[in-house]
């Protein structure tokens, strides 16, 4: 079944501690996205990206980074965990070409950073 | 500055009562609009594009319309289960298709 899948699904971490976030999806999408929210915010783009190679920053300012080597995966690195990090993580891929298209969410990372 | 502001914030309902959530937009050049449903904990479930004024979509009790300036989601005689966090997202032009998303209505529906 085609899905998006994230892990872990709750990570608590100390400070000054790397971590990664992984991201894959089966949809065969070009398009994929890194979102953060906030409990009762909206969501915020971070990072995406539009193929293999290719990856930009979003409008919000973060201190992670991403990598796009293979199509399917799409994952976020933190080199130095900080309590400001903690937040809800969420990827998503999408379809298409010049339109937007639907996006296709995965069931997020909820990262806490003591 | 690209904007989606959605209203009300929080909607109680009681089981059969139909109501509207409302969505604004003020991105110029409008290239779709997207509604989702979040249920608490989870990533975020998409349920309509709409790409023009005028145009409608339906599934189930819900209903998108779309104006030059605003969405509408209607929902028709609602069930506890349509309990959850809408949200409302417009493509953002500078970011190509990402999404620019409004804080979301939540409704809470009691039998």
Redesign the interface.
């Known amino acids: 079944e085609a899905d998006i899948y994230?892990t872990p699904r709750y990570l608590v971490i100390g400070t000054g501690k790397k971590i990664t976030l992984e991201c894959s999806q089966t949809m065969g999408h070009d398009?994929m996205?890194w979102?953060q929210q906030d409990p009762?915010?909206?969501?915020?783009?971070i990072h995406?990206s539009?193929g293999v190679n290719s990856t930009?920053k979003?409008?919000l300012s973060s201190e992670s980074t991403v990598s796009r080597i293979r199509t399917e995966h799409f994952p976020l690195t933190l080199e130095s965990a900080r309590p400001s990090h903690t937040s809800q993580y969420?990827c998503?891929s999408?379809d298409?070409g010049v339109?937007?298209?639907?996006?296709?969410?995965?069931?997020?990372t909820?990262l806490t950073v003591t | 500055e690209d904007q989606v502001t959605q209203s009300p914030e929080a909607l109680r309902l009681q089981e059969g009562e139909s109501s509207s959530l409302n969505c604004s937009y003020t991105v110029s050049g409008l290239r779709g609009l997207f509604w989702y449903r979040q249920d608490p904990g989870k990533g975020p479930e998409f349920l309509f594009t709409l790409y023009s004024a005028g145009e409608e979509k339906e599934k189930e009790r819900l209903k998108a319309t779309l104006t030059k300036k605003e969405s509408f989601l209607h929902i028709t005689a609602p069930k506890p289960e349509d309990s959850a966090t809408y949200l409302c997202a417009v493509p953002a032009n500078q970011a190509g298709t990402a999404l620019i998303f409004g804080k979301g209505t939540t409704l809470s529906v009691s039998s």
């Open positions: 994230q398009k996205y979102y009762g915010m909206e969501l915020h783009l995406y539009y930009e979003g409008d969420l998503a999408s298409g339109l937007p298209y639907e996006q296709y969410f995965g069931p997020g909820r």
